[in-house]
């Protein structure tokens, strides 16, 4: 359990409780039931949601897709992934960025229809050389309001140029070219930018057009007396804790899918992660006058199944070698740089598949799993 989480949330508890106001508890949709080919999961510790909460929590599955340099392997794990959420009769958040969904479409075709028929969940990111992203902001800062809200509209319109960061006003790109190739708006859309006024400017043109929620914080934040908060009209997507990263091992962040494979990989396990933050949430919830059930966020990207070490497009956009480590390259940006990721073996992948598919098990057949689209129903 992380200490900061620890901290944040006994202070979020004793200020509830002296005030002792009673939060709005979420609406409970349909429970899911659990399949026959359920993993065994016998020595793991059943949850009791008679311990505390009225609700024993909603987990949203949320998958980052951004691997637009290894768009075979990236089709490959996405059609594994939308089969396994149906397996278990659950949905999945895929959260696209314009590059691979383009190249998806072009080179993939049949991953892109895959998701079009199934009842999984769109939503949108944006990555390096986007203009939003923090480090590459410069084209933005120095304009009136009025022309950053017309120049990020005109990026989530049209075409990025991967090499030059200029607009490719032949051909559709940003938030738009996603809705248009998946034939629905995105739900989810963040705005990964450090400046106030170029966020706010991002959620008003993305609610412009047809986003219904973004992001303030990615793995906890969420006030315990008030789940749901609005921001430029979306609802700020909600998480208590996530099943993302480990620190009880030995203290550092460590993301649970890089040790799958190690001698101690028990340590790392993602499901007994998550039976030991509800456990933790139970124990801090159940003495309050009122409470509700958390909200919780798994989190991965869909190149963690498969690559290890940076992103193939990192050393495009940042400086590996420099005296910081991560520093933006100014364009324009040599997209024949060397790929500083690596392909996992193929026993490394199943056993984060295997861990993974536990954990989508588990969820199924203990809580409620929910997408950003059951969230904004719930707060409505």
Same mark, same amino acid.
């Given at each position: 359990m992380k200490k900061i989480f620890l901290a944040l949330t006994l202070l979020s508890l004793l200020s509830f409780a002296c005030a002792q106001t009673t939060p709005q508890t979420p609406p409970v949709p349909d429970s899911v039931p659990s399949t026959e080919s359920t993993p065994d999961t016998?020595?793991?510790?059943?949850?009791?949601?008679?311990?505390?909460?009225?609700?024993?929590?909603? =987990?949203?599955?949320?998958?980052?897709?951004?691997?637009?340099?290894?768009? @075979?392997?990236?089709? @490959?794990?996405?059609?594994?992934l939308v089969d396994l959420f149906e397996r278990y009769n659950v949905r999945g958040d895929f959260y696209f960025t314009a590059e =691979?969904?383009?190249?998806?479409?072009?080179?993939?075709?049949?991953? =892109?229809?895959?998701?079009?028929?199934? @009842?999984m969940t769109i939503s949108y990111h944006v990555r390096p050389p986007h203009p939003l992203y923090t480090g590459f902001d410069s084209r933005l800062k120095n304009l009136s309001d009025d022309e950053l809200y017309q120049t990020l509209l005109d990026y989530e319109t049209y075409a990025l140029d991967l090499e030059t960061g200029e607009l490719d006003k032949s051909q559709p790109g940003g938030y738009a070219y996603v809705a248009q190739v998946f034939g629905r708006n995105p739900v989810v859309v963040p705005a990964p930018n450090n400046d106030p006024r170029i966020r706010d400017a991002a959620q008003r043109v993305y609610a412009s057009l047809g986003a219904q929620m973004t992001l303030?914080?990615?793995?906890?934040?969420?006030?315990? %007396?008030?789940p749901y908060e609005y921001v430029n009209g979306m609802l700020v997507r909600p998480s208590d804790f996530s099943v993302t990263r480990v620190t009880s091992v030995d203290g550092? %962040?460590? &993301?649970?899918?890089? &040790?799958?494979?190690?001698? @101690?990989?028990?340590?790392?396990?993602?499901?007994?992660?998550?039976?030991?933050?509800?456990e933790e949430w139970v124990r801090q919830t159940s003495s309050l006058p009122a409470s509700r059930a958390p909200f919780i966020t798994a989190l991965i990207h869909e190149n963690n199944f498969y690559r290890s070490g940076a992103e193939g497009w990192t050393s495009i956009y940042f400086d590996m070698n420099g005296a910081k480590k991560g520093d933006p390259i100014t364009a324009p940006w040599d997209l024949s740089a060397q790929d500083p990721s690596r392909l996992r073996a193929e026993e490394?992948?199943?056993? =984060? &598949?295997?861990?993974?598919? %536990?954990?989508?098990?588990?969820?199924?057949?203990?809580l409620t799993v929910v997408t950003s689209e059951d969230i904004v129903k719930m707060a409505k």
């Open positions: 016998s020595h793991l510790t059943p949850f009791d949601a008679a311990q505390g909460t009225p609700d024993t929590g909603y =987990i949203s599955f949320i998958i980052n897709v951004h691997d637009w340099t290894h768009p @075979d392997e990236s089709a @490959d794990i996405l059609l594994q =691979i969904t383009r190249e998806l479409a072009e080179k993939h075709p049949e991953v =892109i229809e895959r998701l079009k028929n199934s @009842d303030l914080y990615h793995e906890s934040g969420t006030k315990l %007396e008030q550092s %962040e460590s &993301f649970w899918w890089n &040790f799958m494979s190690s001698s @101690d990989a028990e340590n790392y396990n993602p499901t007994t992660m998550l039976q030991d933050q509800l490394d992948q199943a056993a =984060i &598949f295997a861990a993974y598919e %536990e954990l989508v098990a588990y969820a199924a057949a203990n």
